[in-house]
């Protein structure tokens, strides 16, 4: 079945670049997704990048896919305090009609 | 702005009393889904809905419901909570997934605690 995988926590420097990884094994997704959770809120999606993509950049978040290794990443510039949350990689998939989370990557963000 | 909104943002009920959670969207999108989520957990697809078409994920409990009595709106009834019920919900919509994009728009959650 449909399965997405995170690591759980990274701890960075404020100033420094974080990358949180995924890797996705359905290879009918077409979107894959980051969302941010702050804590006690819902998700809020920070961006997407189309299957036939291989990078995408907006602002300060790079998103970088490797479809043939079935591996996305987010890499935040820069990265702020504010940045602390939760970030949830998740697919969509084509079979399923549904949104495929994983169990989220908890970034750190010290002074 | 178009916006999923959710009520209430914090709801505690007792044990085996029946509760239900509140979603409405401006969007106008055909489907709205509700998850549960529970601590250091990943959203966990309940139920949806296109338009007035209920679909039921196959290893929901039969203690979660849900009604959806016009576009905009959407319930989420729990008839008997458990303590492990006590979760965030989380209300999302979207249109339908024919097109060139896809996403779902989500609400802010209503953490239910249950005593």
């Known amino acids: 079945g449909e399965d997405v995988e995170q690591s759980l926590f990274l701890s960075v420097r404020e100033g420094d670049s974080s990358v949180i990884n995924c890797t996705y094994t359905?290879?009918?997704?077409?979107?894959l997704y980051w969302y941010k959770q702050e804590p006690g809120a819902g998700l809020q999606l920070l961006t997407y990048?189309?299957?036939?993509?291989d990078m995408k950049q907006d602002q300060r978040l790079t998103v970088l896919l490797n479809k043939k290794d079935k591996h996305l990443s987010l890499r935040i510039a820069d990265t702020q305090t504010g940045d602390s949350a939760i970030y949830f990689c998740?697919?969509?998939?084509?079979?399923?009609?549904?949104?495929?989370f994983g169990q989220g990557t908890t970034l750190q963000v010290k002074p | 702005d178009a916006m999923v909104i959710q009520n209430p943002r914090y709801q505690v009920t007792q044990f085996g009393k029946p509760v239900t959670l509140s979603c409405s969207q401006t969007l106008n999108h055909n489907v709205m889904y509700w998850y549960q989520q529970k601590s250091s957990q990943a959203p966990k697809l309940l139920f949806h809905y296109y338009d007035k078409d209920f679909n039921n994920e196959a290893d929901t409990p039969d203690n979660f419901q849900s009604r959806r009595p016009n576009t905009s709106f959407c319930f989420l009834d729990i008839r008997s909570p458990g303590l492990g019920d006590a979760a965030m919900y989380l209300c999302?919509?979207?249109?339908?997934?024919?097109?060139?994009?896809?996403?779902?728009?989500f609400g802010p959650g209503t953490r239910l605690t249950v005593t």
């Open positions: 990048i189309f299957s036939n993509m």
């Open positions: 359905d290879s009918s997704s077409t979107y």
């Open positions: 999302a919509t979207s249109r339908p997934r024919t097109g060139t994009y896809y996403e779902q728009y």
């Open positions: 998740a697919e969509f998939s084509s079979n399923t009609g549904k949104l495929i």
